[in-house]
């Protein structure tokens, strides 16, 4: 347990330290983030309020958190799978790699589909503004909404990484996957509810489908899988 708990602390300082040096590059790409992320408000009318201070540093620094993430994905997604998977030999460091090239590129994607449906989001919660008022909205808590809610879409994209994970290290097979897809489904739709506070179906639909559609690739993959490991 201290072993492990040791290759924990190893494991997040890797990723803290490649957060940190991706800082650098976010920090340069503030500006041009920023007036993407409120684009959907000041569109549709709203308006992006700074009330104290400090308020510009603290945005302009959780801003280029949130930009470092997006770049330091390859390197904390291989650092998650190197302590799950310890110990790799030669054939799982392929595997690794292959989890990598495959992982980061579907958070990427993730992340860009939210950014494709912020707009339509704020304008459905902006239009219950009555006509008579002015939305006047918080800086700091607008992108607090819009950087979550981007992160999650990444992080949603993510999970039929993990499942074809666990089926490669022998934990999860393609027959159980397949055999609780009608509950998967369903955990979907209620994940996707809850990650887009919008009322309307198109939100909700816009992360559901593309992660059913993710979770039944997995199964497949995971069923070729199962079948070579039959054979061998």
Not at 39 to 60: D, S, Y
Not at 61 to 76: D, E, G, K, R, T
């Amino acid at each position: 347990l201290a072993d492990h708990l040791r290759e924990l602390r190893r494991r997040i300082l890797i990723a803290a330290v490649a957060i940190l040096l991706a800082t650098v590059p976010g920090w340069n790409l503030y500006g041009p983030t920023l007036d993407a992320l409120i684009r959907p408000v000041t569109g549709h009318g709203g308006q992006v309020n700074m009330g104290e201070l400090t308020e510009p540093f603290a945005l302009q620094l959780q801003v280029s958190i949130f930009i470092a993430l997006i770049i330091s994905s390859p390197v904390w997604l291989y650092e998650l799978w190197a302590f799950i998977v310890p110990g790799l030999t030669k054939r799982e460091k392929r595997t690794a790699l292959g989890f990598i090239a495959t992982s980061a590129p579907l958070f990427v994607a993730g992340c860009y589909l939210a950014y494709l449906t912020l707009p339509k989001a704020v304008e459905i919660l902006l239009g219950f503004t009555p006509g008579t008022a002015v939305n006047i909205i918080g800086a700091q808590k607008y992108i607090t909404f819009a950087t979550r809610f981007v992160l999650a879409f990444g992080f949603a994209f993510l999970l039929p990484v993990f499942m074809v994970a666990l089926n490669l290290i022998g934990i999860l097979s393609a027959k159980v996957m397949l055999k609780a897809w009608r509950w998967a489904v369903v955990g979907i739709f209620v994940f996707a509810a809850i990650m887009t506070p919008t009322p309307d179906p198109w939100t909700m639909f816009s992360l559901a489908l593309p992660m059913i559609a993710l979770y039944f690739a997995a199964a497949g993959v995971a069923t070729l899988n199962d079948r070579i490991r039959a054979r061998k």
